[in-house]
């Protein structure tokens, strides 16, 4: 695809996005050989994109109509700043419209929504096995932060952590 010529649409998702965010999350899935952790339903996706207090946003990409890709993200907040961020969870790009400028004008989009808002910081995270990934990211000006490794407790482990709380019934 030629990234000179080529217009690329970004909007917010609707509610009637919804199947397509679906459909998109599982190819990125695949991407990522991640298709096994892909538990969300349509349902999930509706109740917090949608939701009164739901919790993330997403924007879809299309090149004449077409669907090219999507970005999803939410609020964090950091204390030290003493201002809420914005946490870009996925940014996937169909590999027909790679190399249009689609991840480009996304990410950018995403910036300057975080800058309109006033957050503190944009931050993301990227497999470490992705070189071509971290290297469009670098080239736009990102960093990893080396100082910082995620830990992550999910299912059982959770669960038993959370079992220990005393918390009022909701």
Not at 33 to 41: G, I, R
Not at 62 to 90: C, K, M, Q, V, W
Not at 147 to 163: T, V
Request: glycine share 8%.
């Amino acid at each position: 695809m030629d990234t000179q010529t080529t217009l690329v649409d970004i909007a917010p998702a609707t509610a009637a996005d919804v199947p397509l965010l679906d459909a998109m999350i599982r190819e990125f899935a695949a991407f990522e050989n991640l298709e096994h952790q892909v538990v969300a339903t349509a349902a999930d996706l509706q109740r917090e994109l949608f939701a009164e207090a739901g919790g993330a946003e997403a924007l879809i990409a299309r090149i004449g109509g077409r669907p090219a890709g999507f970005a999803l993200y939410f609020h964090n907040y950091s204390t030290f700043l003493g201002r809420r961020g914005l946490y870009l969870e996925d940014l996937f790009v169909r590999p027909e419209f790679r190399g249009a400028g689609i991840g480009k004008a996304l990410l950018r989009h995403v910036a300057a929504i975080a800058a309109q808002r006033g957050c503190g910081r944009f931050e993301w995270e990227v497999l470490d096995w992705n070189a071509d990934a971290r290297r469009f990211y670098e080239a736009l000006g990102a960093r990893a932060h080396p100082a910082l490794i995620r830990h992550r407790i999910d299912g059982e482990a959770l669960h038993r952590l959370a079992a220990a709380a005393s918390l009022p019934r909701q």
